[in-house]
Structure formats: structure tokens, C-alpha cells
């Protein structure tokens, strides 16, 4: 498991290379979205990796 669990918000890489935010979590279970894409459940959330929170995506302007 990661050091930080991601939180809705933050922007985390599912994938090598491949990004998305965490929109909402329900029962446990990690949705997330990429711009122009639906949101799509991701059931086991340990290959996740938090990139930026979202209090730094708020900082940069990014929310």
C-alpha cells in the first residue's frame, strides 16, 4: 500500500505514465476521471500513486 492513500481531488498515476484525479470514493472503491473521459471504478486502489493533492493542483491553479 502507498504511504498516502489518495483522497477525491487528488491527481494520481494509475498507470505508468498515465494520470487521472480520484473523483469520488464509494464503499471503498476508488472512481476516477481523466479531461473528456467518463469516470471509471478502480476496486483495488494500491497501484495508485499520488502525484499532487489536491491542495497543490488548488495552488497551481489547476482546480
Given at each position: 500500500m502507498?504511504?498516502?492513500?489518495?483522497e477525491?481531488?487528488?491527481?494520481?498515476?494509475?498507470?505508468?505514465?498515465?494520470?487521472?484525479?480520484?473523483?469520488?470514493?464509494?464503499?471503498?472503491?476508488?472512481?476516477?476521471?481523466?479531461?473528456?473521459?467518463?469516470?471509471?471504478?478502480?476496486?483495488?486502489?494500491?497501484?495508485?500513486?499520488?502525484?499532487?493533492?489536491?491542495?497543490?493542483?488548488?495552488?497551481?491553479?489547476?482546480?
Amino acid at each position: 500500500m502507498n504511504a498516502r492513500q489518495p483522497e477525491v481531488g487528488d491527481e494520481v498515476e494509475y498507470a505508468p505514465g498515465r494520470r487521472a484525479v480520484v473523483t469520488d470514493i464509494r464503499r471503498g472503491v476508488y472512481y476516477l476521471r481523466t479531461p473528456g473521459n467518463r469516470e471509471w471504478p478502480v476496486p483495488d486502489p494500491d497501484p495508485l500513486t499520488v502525484k499532487r493533492s489536491r491542495a497543490e493542483r488548488i495552488a497551481a491553479g489547476d482546480l
